[in-house]
């Protein structure tokens, strides 16, 4: 009888929770991706102007429902002076969390670790900075390598699409060949992007629920439904 109510119970007032970093560059629009994702999937959520939005310093947290599934999202900054703090132990360090329950985001606990306790990682390339492509590939090769994240989908946005002048997903796919071997058996995609317009944003988190849902390496946290 216990065990039937309390399968009732995390049916009818629990989520399985699962823990995305947004990771890429700075200026690569991470947190505008954030922001149209929480947009398109909170009802209630009516969201900051993206012109508003500036270079993040330390950690954006935010959350969205889809289905039974809910996604904890950790934005962190992608300054290279930040950059070595995506594998390392988080905000006991210092760093700043900005968070809003109220809006589709949470100041929430801070993870042990970033690498170590998330489920999925949304990486985010912009199109538009071909200067700064091989900077980008250098920082995705040292993510996809950390044995922390062995296993864990990667969703690659070519973000910025809707520039005329932007790099194509070709392209990139070409630019990152040398990391191909690196990514191991896990699953990637590489997908076409706009942050700014949303294009691209409904079907990169479908996909990443997916992936999550079914890697039964990384089991997800319970939430009651809130």
């Not at 989520?15 to 947190?31: F, H, R, S």
Request: hydrophobic letters at 35%.
């Amino acid at each position: 009888m216990y065990t039937l109510l309390s399968g009732l119970y995390k049916y009818m007032f629990q989520k399985d929770e699962y823990c995305i970093l947004i990771l890429g560059l700075d200026n690569a629009g991470k947190t505008t991706f954030l922001e149209q994702s929480k947009t398109r999937f909170n009802k209630n959520y009516k969201g900051m102007s993206l012109s508003k939005i500036t270079t993040t310093v330390g950690l954006n947290i935010g959350t969205v429902d889809v289905g039974k599934a809910r996604l904890m999202f950790w934005d962190l900054g992608g300054q290279e002076e930040l950059q070595s703090l995506w594998d390392k132990e988080a905000p006991q360090q210092g760093l700043p969390v900005r968070g809003c329950p109220a809006c589709g985001s949470a100041p929430a606990s801070a993870p042990a670790q970033y690498y170590a306790e998330c489920h999925g990682v949304i990486y985010v390339i912009d199109s538009t900075d071909e200067e700064r492509l091989s900077e980008s590939k250098h920082a995705f090769e040292k993510m996809v390598t950390s044995e922390a994240l062995d296993g864990v989908p990667i969703l690659v946005l070519a973000n910025k699409q809707d520039v005329e002048a932007c790099l194509s997903i070709p392209d990139i796919k070409t630019a990152f060949s040398d990391c191909t071997s690196k990514i191991g058996r896990r699953d990637c995609l590489t997908q076409a992007c706009s942050a700014l317009t949303g294009k691209g944003v409904r079907e990169g988190i479908e996909w990443m629920v997916k992936c999550v849902v079914r890697n039964l390496h990384r089991p997800p946290r319970q939430r009651d439904i809130t």
